[in-house]
């Protein structure tokens, strides 16, 4: 029997234990009528080797496509030790740390990662993460209400640039505690957001939602838009990527205060893409509203012996403790990719972290110079551009990247959907897995489908 | 002294060479975003970033190198198969927006996954997007408000729960803007119906129920609930938090539930991770099909070839949207679906029979050694509570003592102090996996823990000796906030 380990003989000297005459009498208080005999739809079991062909053998048919798309999920290089270690049984197999003495491995890694994403981020305390990107926009929208008790408000602004997935995440998450999320308008020229709009007439939003570097890859006015937050009583959200943090200013930094609140998606620091997760949320906050943060925190202390060691804190904000009064319901946070995301971020250092930042900056910049170079295709914007910029095409994007698709380039982003007001703009991103020669590829599938 | 933090083995200057990119980058940053500081990570070797974590690693207990009876959480084996094939170059290297033309085999494993966890639940159909077992519950509770709400009867926001719930229900109900309230369990361990019909009325929404409950007994009126809470307009919500007890031989959607959500990385064994990741995928019945979270995975029939896609607002206009980036934990749902292939129709049956089993002699075995029940007229679920009141009080040693004192002997505490409604408890779930001989080790490592209570209740409370730390000072970490290293 696949991990059941019993004799027969065994099952038989149990039973006569426990004084049942099988193990159906075990079930004896279960409504007769409810117990089913055949499970119709579930296939019968597979051997490891029936199931590795079969699974090979899919994953070979996704394979084999340069990717250039981003959008909020990035390919890095992966440095093997990262998921040779992170799935050792000992962290791969433990579960939340709340018997610290057995967990201090988990529990010093977690002190270890909150440590770098403070720093990073420029904040005073960060959890032990949330879900995804997406999820701890919602969680850090709700976070500012419960921190916020001077404003009435329960709009939330988003800067132009914030994903737009992002905010239907957060809508359906927090939208049943009456909060709404509007957009300021985008300034078509730039890539970021018009300004000109921010009338302190209307009722101050709770909190202001700034992504840096925005979804279109530019570069917002990350110190007016925060100074204007804080001068109308509105706490100020940061969306992070935290691989630009190694070379970009960090939130803590912005403007006269600071943001307030630090969210976005750790992915990036050697998680895999793998179809969309699992990934992990960041979620960073200044001191003093960190009784107003969810998730999981861990602290050091001492032991009986005086000796240094790590266990969870300020439980009291949490849902085994506070039930339905509890700051969110999280509980399971994203344990192993925070693992994972330590132990590469320990891997590059500041200079490594660093270096792939800007080589990812500059590949991009690369490929949009021999993409804007062909006939039908133009930059987007102006202004600078991080890791991901937008051309311009004089057609329809589906149907290009359709092409390029069966070429084996899967080209970006169709913008269309989210931001109309950009035409017909595509989405591009090189990080520094793209080699001079893949951009080659992409210009040249590109200027093939263009002149078709 | 303990164990070393990463940053102090670390040297400005020093660094893992072959981990970034080579030569100088003409990547630049305009100069007013530019950082100024240099970020504390830290600069150290390869080999002593393997060395660092390998250590960490050995600190902790886990399912692979321990007997992990923590009730309420299904810490059974992971096998090893399930995490390498789901960190194949194709699957781990999918990009979420990819398109569909790419993703076949990622799609039908997925749409396959979707169609067996109708099949073990009995429900209509499955969303697998929720990232864990608490965001399954929020939204199953908001699939329930949606229902209400299109029906026009938005002022349903009461949901009832136990008292002997997780929780996370009473937290979810609140974060989906509905009233939580307590309903009381009886003298055996099943909900009390006066109670409950005294509380459903015009604003309930529904009950969450977790069968068998976290009392580790079945709820033998759950015919009798469902016909009480359907009657009052309200709907039920299954947690799925210990399918694995009844895995093969009771449905939920055969006991009238119209929306569960499942613990995978419990049930279908994908790992804990150290707290994480989870995957909540929920089912439904009819009533609440067109308010399933998004994307869902179809399937059409083109030219006698199946092809795969996502359902997204445009097929499902009342679902109440989107909780994750992409399509929730993909990754984890790779691993629950070669574990269910490798456990196929005969196994799951065996895994609510086994642990089963396994629960109640290790139960019985307890009781025999001199330990109460909370429940002894009950037959045990997958798990079972044994309350240490009596020891606590003639031997002044408590349900924290024993647990403590069970990790010096090898074996990770079972879950302690929940329920919250019996008092000094040992919620213990040995899962399917164990062999006998393990369990036996465990009685008799909870009865040495008595004797030696016996002689010298003080070394009991000053338990453990023999892992990298004693107890912790709970108290000094709360007031006094270490929760980042910074240079001196």
Excluded at chain 1, 5 to 32: K, N, Q, W, Y
Excluded at chain 1, 85 to 101: D, H, K, L, N, V
Excluded at chain 2, 265 to 294: E, M, N
């Amino acid at each position: 029997m696949p991990f059941i380990p019993h004799t027969e003989d065994e099952v038989e000297a149990m039973l006569g234990e426990i004084g049942a005459d099988s193990i159906d009498d075990l079930f004896d208080e279960i409504p007769r009528e409810l117990l089913i005999e055949d499970l119709v739809g579930v296939p019968d079991a597979l051997s490891e080797q029936e199931i590795a062909r079969l699974m090979r053998t899919r994953a070979a048919q996704d394979r084999g496509a340069l990717c250039f798309i981003g959008a909020g999920a990035y390919e890095h290089h992966i440095p093997a030790a990262v998921w040779d270690i992170t799935t050792r049984g000992e962290f791969y197999s433990a579960y939340t740390p709340y018997q610290a003495e057995a967990s201090q491995g988990t529990l010093q890694t977690i002190y270890e990662y909150q440590t770098m994403m403070t720093s990073l981020t420029g904040m005073d305390i960060s959890n032990a993460s949330l879900y995804d990107g997406a999820s701890s926009l919602a969680e850090a929208a709700l976070m500012s209400v419960r921190a916020n008790r001077k404003s009435k408000s329960r709009r939330v602004l988003l800067a132009a640039g914030v994903n737009h997935l992002y905010q239907k995440v957060a809508t359906a998450i927090a939208g049943s505690q009456g909060l709404t999320f509007e957009r300021l308008p985008l300034d078509i020229e730039t890539g970021s957001s018009d300004l000109g709009s921010l009338d302190s007439d209307d009722e101050a939003p709770v909190a202001v939602v700034i992504q840096l570097p925005s979804f279109l890859g530019t570069y917002e006015q990350v110190d007016k838009l925060t100074d204007w937050a804080h001068e109308n009583g509105a706490l100020v959200i940061a969306i992070v990527n935290p691989t630009t943090l190694a070379v970009l200013r960090s939130p803590g930094d912005w403007g006269e205060l600071g943001a307030d609140i630090v969210c976005g998606e750790g992915q990036p620091l050697g998680i895999p893409l793998s179809s969309g997760g699992p990934y992990f949320g960041i979620m960073a906050c200044k001191e003093k509203i960190v009784r107003q943060m969810p998730g999981r925190i861990v602290g050091r202390t001492t032991d009986l012996d005086g000796k240094p060691g790590f266990t969870l804190t300020l439980q009291a904000r949490e849902q085994h403790i506070r039930r339905s009064k509890s700051t969110s319901n999280i509980c399971t946070n994203q344990g192993l990719m925070v693992t994972a995301s330590t132990i590469y971020m320990s891997l590059l250092g500041p200079e490594g972290l660093s270096r792939v930042a800007l080589t990812s900056q500059q590949q991009t910049a690369k490929l949009v110079e021999l993409l804007v170079g062909i006939d039908g295709v133009e930059a987007a914007f102006s202004a600078p551009h991080f890791h991901e910029a937008v051309v311009r095409l004089d057609r329809p994007v589906g149907p290009v990247l359709d092409a390029l698709a069966e070429r084996g380039v899967l080209g970006g982003y169709d913008l269309s959907g989210d931001f109309p007001e950009l035409g017909n703009a595509l989405l591009v991103c090189a990080t520094e897995t793209k080699i001079d020669e893949d951009l080659e590829v992409y210009a040249s599938a590109l200027r093939d489908v263009m002149n078709a | 002294m303990g164990e070393q933090l990463i940053f102090e083995r670390s040297r400005p200057g020093r660094r893992a060479f072959a981990q970034a990119p080579l030569g100088d980058s003409s990547g630049t940053v305009p100069d007013e975003f530019r950082r100024t500081d240099t970020p504390i990570l830290p600069q150290v070797s390869e080999l002593q970033v393997v060395r660092h974590y390998t250590r960490l690693s050995q600190k902790n207990f886990s399912i692979d190198t321990h007997f992990y009876p923590l009730g309420s959480c299904t810490m059974k084996y992971n096998p090893r198969i399930c995490n390498s094939l789901a960190l194949l170059p194709g699957f781990a290297g999918r990009h979420p927006l990819g398109p569909e033309t790419h993703g076949q085999g990622f799609l039908s494993c997925m749409h396959e996954l979707q169609e067996m966890l109708m099949s073990v639940t009995g429900m209509k159909a499955v969303s697998l997007t929720p990232m864990a077992g608490a965001q399954g519950e929020l939204a199953g509770v908001a699939m329930i408000r949606a229902y209400h709400v299109a029906n026009g009867q938005a002022e349903r926001d009461e949901i009832i729960v136990p008292d002997a719930a997780h929780g996370t229900n009473p937290a979810t109900a609140t974060m989906c803007g509905c009233k939580a309230i307590e309903i009381p369990t009886d003298g055996e361990g099943d909900v009390d119906l006066e109670a409950l019909r005294e509380v459903v009325g015009p604003n309930t929404a529904g009950i969450m129920l977790t069968n068998p409950s976290t009392l580790g007994v079945f709820e033998r009126n759950i015919m009798e609930i469902e016909k009480i809470v359907h009657d009052a307009g309200g709907l039920l919500y299954y947690d799925g938090a210990n399918l694995n007890a009844i895995l093969g031989k009771v449905r939920p959607g055969d006991m009238g539930f119209d929306v569960i959500h499942l613990n995978l990385h419990k049930t279908f064994s994908t790992p804990h991770g150290g707290g994480g990741p989870g995957s909540g995928a929920v089912g439904v019945g009819d009533r609440l099909k067109p308010f399933l979270p998004i994307p869902v995975v179809g399937k059409v029939e083109e030219k006698g070839e199946e092809r795969f896609h996502w359902l997204t607002e445009k097929d499902l206009p009342q679902s109440i949207g989107h909780l994750s980036g992409f399509m929730g934990n993909a990754g984890v749902l790779l691993r629950a679906y070669v574990y269910m292939r490798l456990i196929g129709k005969g196994g799951m049956k065996r895994i609510g029979e086994f642990a089963t089993l396994n629960a109640n002699y290790l139960e019985k075995r307890l009781a025999q050694s001199g330990f109460e029940l909370a429940f002894p007229a009950r037959r045990a679920s997958h798990e079972f509570i044994v309350t240490v009141k009596n020891e606590a009080k003639t031997l002044h040693v408590n349900a924290m003592d024993f647990a403590k004192a069970l990790l010096d002997k090898g074996f990770h505490a079972p879950t302690t102090y929940f329920p919250l409604l019996v008092p000094e408890c040992l919620l213990i779930e040995p899962t399917e996996s164990e062999t006998p001989e393990t369990l036996d080790r465990f009685v008799e490592a909870l009865v040495e823990i008595r004797d030696e209570a016996r002689e010298d209740a003080d070394r009991v409370k000053g338990a453990p000796y023999t892992t990298p730390v004693r107890r912790l000072d709970d108290v000094k970490a709360a007031r006094q906030l270490d929760l980042a290293w910074r240079p001196d």
